[in-house]
Structures are given as structure tokens and as C-alpha cells.
């Protein structure tokens, strides 16, 4: 009875065709692949926002949530409160291939710095957007609260962090 389900009344061609369905790409971040879904903001000029999933969770669970911030008009809210949201798969996790080598060389918080500003060229927030003053991810602030402000020559008083 428990394997009848999965075996005649589970359509997983249905359920292929929306993960293919889903905005994904590749990046190679120090050797490292990343699968990710990218949901750009109804919004030019939106805010980046990183959802990151966790064990034994996939990128998956993330993308409805994803939708919404990045189309906030079509679920009720407005269009100027629309993210560019990013939601990266763990290395290891389906679609991005184990790191190469063990222990992690790059630790996962520095690969999604490493992604979202070196591959999607995201420089880390500071100061205002659309005069308020932006927020800020728990792993930028934690992790790099000084580095690109550093190189802007922005005052590290306007920083996050």
C-alpha cells in the first residue's frame, strides 16, 4: 500500500518539468560549482537578498518564498518593496557538485560573498536606497562589514556592520 503512491499516482514528469521550469544557473567560485536560482525584482535597481537553505532542506523550499520577495505586487505588496533574490544550493546538495577537496577550502559564507560579488558583481550594501537606509544580511554584516566599503572609499561609518 505505502509503495502504491510512488509507484502510480506520483507524476514526477510534472514535477521535472517546474524545477526546469525554475530561473538556475552555474557559477565556479574557486573552483567550486554553484548551482543557483536568481529572481530578479519587479524593480530595477533592487536590493540583493541571499536565502540560504540548510540540512537536510534544499534550494527547492526556498523558491516560493524567492518568488514573492522578488514580485511582491503580485502577492499584495508593492513593487517598490521587490529584492533581487539569490538562492544558492550547498555545495554538495543537488545541482552543485561536492566541493573538490575535504575539508571545505572556502567556507560557505565566503563562497556567496565570493558569488554574489564576484560573479554577479554585487558590491556589499552601505548607505541609502531609495532614502532608507539599507539593510543588511546576517553574513555580510558578520562576515564582511568593511571589505567593499573599504574599496569604495566610503566612510566606514555609513557601513553595515
Known amino acids: ?3 502504491t503512491y510512488p509507484a502510480d499516482g506520483y507524476d514526477w514528469r510534472y514535477r521535472e518539468a517546474g524545477i526546469n ?3 538556475g544557473y552555474v557559477a565556479s567560485v574557486d573552483g567550486t560549482g554553484v548551482f ?8 530595477p ?10 540540512w537536510p532542506s534544499s534550494f527547492l523550499e526556498l523558491a516560493p ?7 511582491p505586487s503580485r502577492h499584495g505588496g508593492q513593487a517598490a518593496d521587490a529584492f533581487t533574490v539569490i538562492v ?9 557538485p561536492q566541493r573538490p577537496d575535504l575539508p571545505p577550502a572556502v567556507p560557505t559564507e565566503e563562497l556567496w560573498h565570493r558569488l554574489m ?13 531609495r532614502g532608507r537606509p539599507r539593510p543588511c544580511g546576517v553574513f555580510m554584516q558578520t562576515f564582511h562589514p ?3 566599503s573599504a574599496r569604495q572609499g566610503i566612510d566606514d561609518s555609513r557601513t553595515c556592520g
Open 21 to 23: 521550469a525554475l530561473p
Open 117 to 129: 560579488r564576484d560573479e554577479l558583481g554585487y558590491l556589499a550594501p552601505t548607505g541609502e536606497h
Open 36 to 43: 543557483y536560482l536568481r529572481y530578479d525584482a519587479e524593480e
Open 1 to 3: 500500500m505505502c509503495c
Open 146 to 148: 568593511w571589505r567593499q
Open 65 to 71: 518564498l524567492a518568488r514573492r520577495l522578488s514580485m
Open 88 to 96: 544558492p544550493a550547498l555545495p554538495g546538495f543537488p545541482f552543485s
Open 45 to 54: 535597481g533592487a536590493l540583493p537578498l541571499v536565502l540560504t537553505h540548510g
